[in-house]
């Protein structure tokens, strides 16, 4: 029998409580790069550290070791590059996953050790159509020891201590044995496991030392406390409402939206299809269609609570409808089976299958508030919309466009950053970015003209200028006085999106000015206009940052990318912009500068 104290005690070892660990020794911003602190379970504390990222770009590429053997494939080459790089035997190399975009194609690659993979020393490299390396980021260590490669802790003690310390249970998702880089220089064998809870809304990945049983760190899958807001208007919302027909988009749903293969023997007539499951309590509780021919159509009554009938369909249609939206407009622009997006069945394009967006509408779970989970390629993203109790009858988030998109959003970033693990948005920094991407994305969609009027999220919902965020976005640096500076006062990774997303708000409002806007860019990626390369440079550089990405290597990815697609047309019009909220040339530490490189 395994006693309750002895998990515990391997837990104190590793892990402080969250009160007794207020006196930072440092500013706390000095970590944001390369840590994450977080309380969990009954209130325990875990420091996760990401060693630091290089992070290098090459404008028209440089030359790899295989460059002169046409046959080489680019998942060698990028092993050949990286061991040439960092100077390190090619054994030590492991490659994680892959995919050739249109403007670029990805290697991301692992440090390994007896042919045990690390999980936070990674590397990324692209190559252009020359096969030529444009970017590089690792976090590749030299350790100062190495644990022995044979468990000392069986794998059923390890989740005994994870799920103590976490309070969740193993999911039964399969565990796996992978070195990781501790603080101190040294590598520990852990044994990684996810934890889950679906009602305490839990879903970690839990490192436990393989030798000593300490819970080391924990990846968060979960992107969480998004909105303390009121929910939408009810004018607003009856306005928002129109009938839609034939939305989905071929190219990128070829099943269309209510079909998980090729043949009509896989079609569904309710919410659920090959993209997205949209449900309320289990997942057979869907929306079946209100007439033949997949016709959805459910008027919401906004005098009525949101738990009546017709009110939970309209709440599984509308995020239905979104999410699938957000699939189809995301694929156009990169977000592929390859690229490790959410579908059931991925029609022999590459990627894991089996991972559509569960959508929960009316989780009671939680209240005025949604999130998304985002664990690796091949495990569905899980979005929940709850509630929100600030009126009476209350009122659904579901509902409201911005959130649905923000949540969505997670899965994008999360996804393609770092080559489907669902780790590298961890740190604060990076996590930070994560949610000015979402917002950002809730910006991109809801244009409507080559205006770029502020953009305030969730402004319906508050009926307030500011809305749920601390500013509207803007050009204005009166109305939106956020810079890269800014950061250093902030701890929450809300806060520090904004920053991230305004600055965005601020490229793309300078690639509108420049080269117009299209009122086709969710179908049509192919045309020149301002919106269009802004969401090509978005996702494009999604794949070529490194894994936790700080602003700067953020900005750099952004840079490769025009180089990449555009052959670098936009240059000036990204520093400038960049610049213009303290992230130019010499920008770091969170020290503004507004330099921009010489000619721009
Ligand atoms: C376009 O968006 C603006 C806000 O950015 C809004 O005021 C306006 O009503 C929208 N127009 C249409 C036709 O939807
Ligand atoms: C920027 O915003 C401030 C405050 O709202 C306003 O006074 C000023 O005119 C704006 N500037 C421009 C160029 O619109
Ligand atoms: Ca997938
Ligand atoms: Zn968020």
């Known amino acids: 029998m395994v006693s309750f104290n002895k998990f515990l005690a391997s837990v104190f070892l590793a892990v402080a409580y969250a009160s007794s660990s207020i006196a930072a020794p440092r500013p706390a911003h000095s970590k944001f790069a390369t840590h994450r602190a977080r309380v969990v379970g009954r209130g325990l504390q875990v420091e996760a550290f990401h060693p630091p990222s290089t992070f290098q770009t090459f404008g028209e590429g440089i030359d790899h070791p295989l460059s002169k053997r046409t046959e080489s494939t680019m998942e060698d080459s990028a092993v050949a590059f990286v061991g040439s790089q960092l100077k390190v035997d090619f054994n030590t190399i492991a490659v994680r996953s892959g995919f050739s975009g249109e403007a670029a194609k990805h290697v991301f690659l692992r440090q390994s050790h007896d042919s045990i993979p690390f999980a936070n020393a990674v590397a990324n490299v692209a190559f252009n159509h020359d096969d030529k390396v444009v970017a590089f980021g690792s976090s590749f260590v030299t350790p100062n020891s190495i644990a022995s490669s044979s468990p000392a802790i069986p794998l059923e003690a390890a989740i005994a201590t994870a799920e103590a310390a976490l309070g969740g249970k193993f999911n039964q998702?399969?565990?796996?044995?992978?070195?990781?880089?501790?603080?101190?220089?040294?590598?520990?064998?852990?044994?990684?496991?996810?934890?889950?809870?679906?009602?305490?809304?839990?879903?970690?990945?839990?490192?436990?030392?393989?030798?000593?049983g300490e819970l080391l760190s924990v990846t968060d899958f979960v992107a969480k406390a998004s909105y303390q807001v009121l929910p939408i208007q009810k004018e607003m919302l009856t306005q928002g409402f129109e009938v839609l027909t034939d939305p989905q988009d071929m190219t990128a749903s070829p099943a269309g939206w209510h079909n998980t293969g090729t043949t009509s023997a896989t079609s569904t007539s309710t919410t659920a299809g090959n993209n997205a499951i949209a449900f309320k309590g289990t997942q057979s509780s869907v929306t079946t269609q209100s007439s033949n021919g997949l016709n959805f159509i459910f008027t919401q009554d906004p005098t009525q609570a949101p738990t009546v009938a017709a009110n939970v369909d309209a709440a599984r249609v509308n995020a239905f409808y979104l999410v699938n939206s957000i699939h189809d407009?995301?694929?156009?622009?990169?977000?592929?089976?390859?690229?490790?997006?959410?579908?059931?069945?991925?029609?022999?394009?590459?990627?894991?299958?089996?991972?559509?967006?569960?959508?929960?509408?009316?989780?009671?779970?939680?209240?005025?508030?949604?999130?998304?989970?985002?664990?690796?390629?091949?495990?569905?993203?899980?979005?929940?919309?709850?509630?929100?109790?600030?009126?009476?009858?209350?009122?659904?988030?579901?509902?409201?466009?911005?959130?649905?998109?923000?949540?969505?959003?997670?899965?994008?970033?999360?996804?393609?950053?770092?080559?489907?693990?669902?780790?590298c948005l961890q740190t604060t920094e990076a996590g930070g970015m994560g949610e000015g991407w979402s917002d950002a994305m809730a910006d991109w969609t809801e244009h409507n003209s080559s205006a770029v009027p502020d953009f305030v999220l969730g402004a319906y919902v508050e009926n307030k200028a500011s809305g749920i965020r601390t500013h509207p976005y803007s050009t204005n640096a009166t109305v939106n006085p956020l810079r890269y500076s800014s950061i250093a006062t902030l701890n929450e990774v809300h806060n520090i999106g904004e920053v991230w997303a305004n600055m965005l708000h601020n490229v793309y409002a300078a690639l509108v000015a420049a080269h117009g806007w299209s009122a086709t860019a969710r179908t049509d990626p192919t045309g020149p206009e301002g919106n269009i390369v802004f969401l090509h440079l978005f996702i494009d550089a999604l794949a070529l940052q490194p894994c936790n990405p700080t602003f700067v290597n953020a900005r750099d990815a952004w840079i490769q990318a025009d180089v990449n697609r555009y052959g670098g047309a936009n240059k000036c019009i990204l520093w400038n912009a960049f610049a213009s909220r303290g992230l130019g040339v010499n920008a770091a530490n969170f020290v503004d500068s507004s330099a921009v490189p010489a000619g721009c």
């Open 173 to 212: 998702h399969p565990a796996t044995l992978e070195y990781f880089v501790k603080q101190d220089g040294s590598v520990a064998l852990t044994h990684v496991m996810q934890i889950q809870d679906g009602e305490a809304g839990i879903w970690f990945e839990a490192f436990v030392d393989a030798h000593s």
């Open 329 to 423: 407009l995301t694929y156009k622009y990169g977000f592929t089976e390859a690229a490790f997006n959410f579908q059931q069945n991925n029609f022999g394009k590459g990627g894991a299958q089996n991972d559509r967006v569960t959508i929960s509408v009316q989780s009671s779970a939680g209240i005025d508030n949604a999130d998304f989970s985002t664990p690796p390629d091949g495990q569905s993203g899980a979005m929940r919309m709850f509630l929100w109790d600030f009126t009476s009858p209350m009122r659904d988030g579901a509902l409201e466009n911005d959130i649905v998109v923000h949540e969505n959003t997670h899965g994008v970033t999360n996804r393609m950053t770092g080559g489907g693990t669902g780790r």
